[in-house]
């Protein structure tokens, strides 16, 4: 019972970190920074494979909006069921991390906020052709402007932030 | 092989290999796929002011810059070592219709012509870069993810309040590119 405000202070510190977001899993494991390096590579690999099939480019998403190609639609589609598909078998053979720990999923709660939210996230997306993670690798591909609108998201979360309490959820 | 690599790859190939993000973050180390979230993360490292929001332990998910950066190196590898020869495919009715519009560069995978540091003082330059940035990190963060976090990681753990998510930023992006964007591109 010693530790008791300790251990409450760290939930909340971790509800904090919850809200709002999706990945939210931690490890409790202390590693070294470099351990991220990891993560780094799978970002390449992942910034690579957006270049090379065109994830990035503002037409596909145009076209994707106007339901004129397939591609886009392929794309997230495949890397969906490819995605529940491993999500089922980690589950269901209790597949360990390569530390050892166990893989732990959170349910997500609805609230209004994936509505309006997502509908303004939608008029950006289609705006901007470009969500987040493109961002960064179109920055990547020499398009430096794109740090105009990489700085202007993260205004936008800024807001957010600051508003959140006004805002229906 | 080396000429294959370097033609843009089909949906069939990129779409397997990101889901597949999904078991491989999860598997180095217990994360869910996010992109968004990096987003937060430097507000919470550079401006968290008073905002309970931003007040966490972000060196817990120092991870998610790691990704974001990966992503950004990415992007310089592909386009300097085996960038697509030629120009974007590009829908022939998408082409005729941004002629109309004084789109006609099609060299790269943005539109340049409205796209650029030169555009970025003019009506529709300001309006995609600064006005769809603020609403991508706004709503992003509003709805709780992005289409990382919830298309793909959502719809994987078969979340259905990241359906409804993915279901509403489809729709946004099709008022958007449909019946706003037109008005836009023509100010």
């Known amino acids: 019972m010693q530790n008791w405000p300790a251990n409450s202070m760290l939930q909340n510190e971790h509800e904090i970190r919850a809200t709002d977001a999706i990945c939210i899993n931690e490890s409790e494991k202390q590693h070294q920074w470099y351990y991220n390096l990891k993560y780094l590579l799978v970002g390449l690999v992942f910034g690579i494979l957006f270049v090379k099939a065109e994830v990035i480019s503002w037409f596909r998403i145009q076209e994707m909006f106007r339901l004129q190609s397939f591609h886009m639609y392929g794309i997230i589609g495949s890397a969906v069921v490819v995605g529940m598909v491993s999500v089922w078998l980690i589950k269901r053979f209790q597949i360990k991390t390569i530390h050892g720990e166990r893989i732990t999923f959170t349910d997500k709660k609805f609230n209004k906020g994936q509505i309006y939210g997502g509908l303004l996230f939608g008029l950006g997306w289609g705006l901007t052709g470009a969500c987040p993670g493109p961002l960064f690798a179109q920055i990547g591909i020499g398009a430096t402007v794109v740090l105009v609108t990489l700085l202007s998201a993260i205004a936008g979360t800024w807001v957010y932030g600051r508003f959140r309490e006004n805002l229906p959820h | ?187």
């Open chain 2, 1 to 187: 092989m080396f000429e294959i690599i370097k033609q843009p790859w089909p949906w069939y190939v990129a779409g397997p290999v990101i889901g597949l993000t999904v078991p491989a973050l999860l598997i180095l180390g217990n994360k869910s796929f996010g992109i968004s979230s990096s987003l937060r993360h430097v507000c919470a490292m550079c401006l968290p002011g008073n905002i309970s929001f931003f007040k966490y332990d972000w060196k817990k998910e120092l991870w998610n810059m790691f990704f974001v950066l990966g992503i950004f190196f990415g992007g310089v590898i592909a386009v300097n070592f085996f960038a697509n020869p030629g120009p974007v495919q590009v829908n022939q009715e998408l082409i005729r219709e941004l002629h109309q519009y004084g789109i006609t560069d099609f060299s790269s995978l943005l539109p340049v012509d409205m796209v650029s540091w030169e555009k970025l003082l003019t009506w529709p330059g300001f309006i995609m870069m600064v006005g769809g940035g603020f609403l991508v990190g706004f709503g992003a963060r509003y709805a709780g993810g992005c289409t990382s976090g919830h298309a793909i990681m959502g719809l994987s753990t078969l979340q259905w309040p990241s359906l409804v998510a993915t279901v509403c930023f489809m729709i946004g992006g099709f008022v958007m590119a449909n019946w706003i964007l037109p008005w836009i591109l023509m100010l």
